[in-house]
């Protein structure tokens, strides 16, 4: 049996990485991927580890150094040795080979007794670096790979009440950025499962969960920004509205909550229009699920922008402005 080894801080794990782990694996029989962190470091190490047990083949051998050790060869005297050391704890067996795309892989095959075979010195197959996509993740977006899209994309959801634009606005904002829209679990939930009636705290929970599962996999396919059709902000008013009080888990939902990077809040001045699902026509209903969006966004906190204008047009005018500017 050949083995293999390489290391890196992938922070984060790109596809220049991924190239690397795949020519690797495919040059012994068995690959060790050694994952370097920090505390010091901007991107969270088990989060780095995680991405990237979920992007190299299920046969790569993951292992993961979350600790304090020097840097470059001027850190320590001993650096080479601590280094050794290091490889011996994490991989006690022979290494045939070390990988890797810096010209430090010599010296590290040298002193774990191995030969050094460098993939893509010179960025030329892929040319990305970690440091590059950290300061411009939008303008490298083909090499971050769908895991690690979530931590750079940038998420603004639509809220307000009925037929004030959020799905429209939230596809045709998505069509003017090439990207996805998330669509509003909900609105399927209802017309398809509730049918108008006969809702309960469990149903309000189901709609959370699946629309945030639903998001987490349309972000992964999107491109750098993501629009959002409603998110639990949203349902939590549905809630109340429908059973006639808040949720008693309504503090248990919002712990766990991710909320969008900004929020477009819709208001009621256009007109209603029946499209076969919708509740409330009235005018004080719909300032109520205004109201009551405006009141839980500040609540908690979170960002947003009130869209107005008695046009679909003048609304995606808005937005898009709005967004651009953001």
């Known amino acids: 049996m050949t083995r293999g080894f390489l290391l890196g801080k992938f922070m984060p ?6 190239f690397l782990c795949d020519v690797s694996a495919t040059l012994v029989d068995e690959l060790t991927v050694l994952v370097c962190t920090r505390d010091c470091e901007p991107i969270d190490g088990t989060l780095r580890l995680g991405w990237v047990r979920d992007s190299v083949r299920a046969n790569v051998r993951l292992r993961h150094l979350d600790r304090d050790v020097p840097q470059e060869p001027a850190d320590h005297p001993d650096f080479w040795r601590i280094w050794a050391d290091i490889v011996r704890e994490f991989h006690p067996e022979p290494i045939d080979t070390v990988f890797g795309s810096e010209d430090y892989v010599v010296r590290l095959a040298q002193v774990a007794g191995a030969a050094p075979f460098i993939v893509d010195l010179g960025r030329e197959a892929l040319p990305v670096s970690a440091t590059a996509i950290r300061d411009d993740p939008r303008g490298n977006w083909g090499y971050v790979p769908p895991v690690v899209r979530p ?13 004030t634009g959020k799905s429209t606005g939230a596809t045709m904002l998505a069509q003017v950025h090439d990207t996805l829209s998330i ?31 639903i998001r987490q996999e349309v972000c992964k396919r999107a491109g750098w920004i993501v629009f959002e059709d ?3 902000i949203q349902t939590l008013v549905w809630a109340e509205y429908l ?41 004080a209903t719909r300032s109520w699920f205004f109201e009551q969006c405006h009141a839980l966004l500040t609540r908690e906190g979170l960002p947003f922008e009130v869209v107005t204008g008695s046009s679909y047009d003048d609304r995606l005018r808005a937005m898009q402005g709005i967004v651009s500017s953001a």
Do not use: M, N
Not at 206 to 211: D, M, S
């Open 13 to 18: 794990v790109h596809q220049g990485h991924l």
């Open 151 to 163: 931590y750079f994309q940038k998420r603004v959801c639509l809220l307000g009440p009925e037929s």
């Open 183 to 213: 669509p509003e679990y909900g609105r399927t939930y209802d017309a398809v499962i509730r049918i108008g009636e006969g809702w309960t705290e469990a149903d309000f929970v189901a709609i959370a969960r699946g629309h945030a599962g």
């Open 230 to 232: 409603t998110d639990l």
């Open 243 to 283: 059973l006639g009080a808040p949720l008693s888990c309504e503090a248990d939902l919002l712990a766990g909550f991710v909320p969008a990077d900004l929020y477009l809040l819709l208001s009621p001045d256009v007109a209603w229009i029946d499209d076969g699902t919708r509740y409330a026509p009235d005018a």
